[in-house]
């Protein structure tokens, strides 16, 4: 464990990880605008998912939904849509996912929240409600997609620099997602653009109470 915050205490002591877990997801792992040319199967994707899902949700709505870009032409599509910064590591990247979230979760409760089904007119009537808890615990579960990426040996490069209206339309159309994340994935190639950026300290970014 190399970064600073591994000084800060005796971090292993403190965790039920081994240390080449903590490195690999939290430590050592950096966000990617290259990759190795390793191509990722639709095995390693099911197996991120699976990780994915377990997220917590507020009544398991899981309103997460993914979008794998693989083929050429799906991902000049997505690219057009994309930021000048971020055209060409989506255009290069081995697999990019698009996150959405679905803000007719509800329609899923008898499934996902059995105990809860009974509520599925009161969330049908309440549009604002639904898209609020629907972003909301769809970027919960995308923190999980990216750590579950890391644990299938990927690099992420998570981005929310693009046209969500036009990559809605281009996607998304006639369903109730909405586009608010675009993940790129790939194997390693252990190229740094930079040094790791300053973490804030713990006593700067928390109070005990």
């Given at each position: ?106 329609e899923l409760m008898p499934t996902t929240a059995p105990h809860a089904a009974g509520m599925v007119p009161t969330f049908a009537a309440n549009d604002a409600l639904r ?23 990927l690099a992420a490069g998570p981005m929310g620099g693009f046209d969500a209206a036009g990559i809605d339309a281009e996607f998304n159309e006639g369903t109730t997602r ?32």
């Amino acid at each position: 464990m190399s970064v600073d915050i591994a000084s800060e205490i005796n971090l292993q002591d403190e965790l039920i990880l081994g240390t080449d877990a903590a490195d690999a997801l939290f430590l050592e792992a950096r966000t990617a605008n290259s990759w190795a040319e390793d191509e990722i199967s639709d095995e390693t994707l099911q197996a991120v998912y699976a990780l994915t899902k377990m997220a917590p949700t507020a009544m398991n709505i899981q309103p997460l939904r993914v979008s794998w870009i693989r083929s050429a032409e799906a991902r000049e599509r997505l690219v057009a849509h994309m930021a000048d910064g971020n055209k060409a590591k989506t255009l290069t990247a081995p697999m990019v996912a698009v996150l959405s979230y679905d803000t007719d979760w509800h329609e899923l409760m008898p499934t996902t929240a059995p105990h809860a089904a009974g509520m599925v007119p009161t969330f049908a009537a309440n549009d604002a409600l639904r898209q609020g808890m629907a972003a909301n615990n769809a970027h919960i579960q995308a923190g999980f997609f990216i750590m579950a990426a890391r644990a299938a040996g990927l690099a992420a490069g998570p981005m929310g620099g693009f046209d969500a209206a036009g990559i809605d339309a281009e996607f998304n159309e006639g369903t109730t997602r909405h586009a608010f994340m675009v993940v790129n994935l790939g194997k390693p190639n252990g190229i740094v653009d930079r040094e790791r950026l300053h973490r804030l300290d713990f006593d700067l970014a928390t109070e005990t109470i």
